[in-house]
């Protein structure tokens, strides 16, 4: 499965329909996630997804049985997900709760209802046909069709499409160890610096502004509204420019080598210290990662997550510990004499951790 996303221009009447259906949408959602919990509450019985679909039939005129029936399956779906953390023993279980306002933003249609025009055109049932951006082909054959407003008053729509025919990225030759930073964004053993936008702070005067702005609006008033779409459209723009930035390098890094060591960092406790959280969540560490993993996956590459203890202390010349603060940008080792870069030198320990790691893995009883 592989999945296209188009910005679609609706007319006013269409973003008033699509309003509509979301906003019906929610409450039946609210609705079946009620019924199913007073079932469990009052007979230990737990209602199954054909039960609930039953359900929502003749329930809203104006939304399409296919689009309601999809809520059925977005309920399942979060009960599925809860028992499936419970039994990993996840500490957050995340059991399905009711939608509120603003927060329930897409509809889906399970079976497109006309795929032969999809990339060309776009029909949606009971909406009608929408205007849309096809910026790039669609390959494969489209299965289910997903319009989703977003925060800044966009619209998009998500297509997603079985047995796609895509051109496999090359990947290139060699290891390269890499260390994610704050001040380079990630330094290459090689001895390459790439540096991250960090368009948070760049727009931190304006978002700072805007969030100001909306926070003094009256609830619940037309201003107050305004004043969000235009506090989201920063927040947008921010992550544009993370994604973008993120694609590009990952697709660098995957044309120059078969084989990437990366460490295997804990974001989530290292965003807990409050005088770097920012800075962290700037450079969004975990979402490159994820980005270089898919991409060296879909070009045949590797991506080898390794343990960080100590890369950046231990010295990549004789392999003894030289203690140094984060202040300290330079690796200077008081026993081979060895003044690197310090994140060159944590990326050369890197990627001979990940070599020692493959050729003698650690095998566990």
């Known amino acids: ?32 996630l009620s019924l199913k919990k007073d079932a469990y509450k009052k007979d230990k019985t737990s209602l199954s997804r054909f039960d609930l679909i039953k359900k929502t039939k003749g329930k809203n005129e104006e939304t399409y049985s296919q689009v309601s029936q999809n809520v059925a399956d977005r309920i399942n779906k979060a009960y599925g997900n809860f028992f499936a953390r419970v039994k990993r023993g996840e500490k957050e279980k995340g059991f399905p709760r009711f939608k509120k306002y603003g927060v329930y933003s897409s509809i889906a249609l399970p079976q497109i209802v006309n795929p032969k025009k999809i990339g060309k055109k776009t029909y949606f049932p009971k909406i009608g046909w929408l205007n849309t951006k096809y910026h790039s082909p669609i390959t494969g054959r489209p299965k289910t069709l997903t319009i989703k407003k977003a ?5 998009f729509i998500t297509i997603s499409c079985a047995n796609p025919t895509t051109e496999r990225l090359k990947h290139g030759k060699g290891e390269v160890g890499i260390d994610l930073g704050l001040n380079s964004f990630v330094a290459t053993s090689d001895g390459e610096f790439f540096d991250h936008p960090k368009p948070m702070k760049g727009m931190a005067k304006k978002r700072k502004s805007l969030a100001r702005e909306f926070s003094k609006k009256k609830k619940k008033s037309n201003n107050r509204n305004k004043a969000r779409v235009r506090l989201a459209r920063v927040d947008e723009k921010i992550a544009n420019i993370r994604n973008d930035y993120g694609w590009k390098l990952c697709r660098k890094l995957i044309e120059k ?11 989530r406790g290292m965003i807990k210290n409050h005088q770097l959280a920012g800075a962290i969540t700037d450079v969004s560490w975990s979402d490159f990662t994820n980005k270089l993993s898919y991409k060296a ?11 960080p203890k100590n890369t950046s202390q231990k ?10 603060t984060l202040a300290t940008r330079t690796h200077n080792c008081p026993n081979c004499g060895l003044k690197i870069d310090r994140d060159i030198n944590a990326s050369i320990n890197i990627l001979t951790k990940g070599k020692i790691g493959l050729e003698h893995p650690q095998i566990n009883a």
């Not at 925060?151 to 619209?155: A, D, E, Q, T």
């Not at 080598?257 to 974001?267: A, D, Q, S």
Request: glycine share 8%; aromatic share 8%.
């Open 1 to 32: 499965m592989k999945a296209y996303k188009y910005r679609t221009y609706p007319t006013k009447e269409q973003a008033t329909a699509i309003d509509l259906q979301i906003e019906q949408c929610r409450q039946l959602y609210n609705e079946l």
């Open 151 to 155: 925060k800044s008053g966009k619209h």
């Open 257 to 267: 080598y078969e084989t990437i060591f990366i460490e295997n960092l804990n974001v």
């Open 297 to 307: 996956e879909s070009a045949g590459g590797k991506v080898v997550k390794v343990n």
């Open 315 to 324: 010295c990549s010349g004789c392999g003894k510990i030289a203690k140094k």
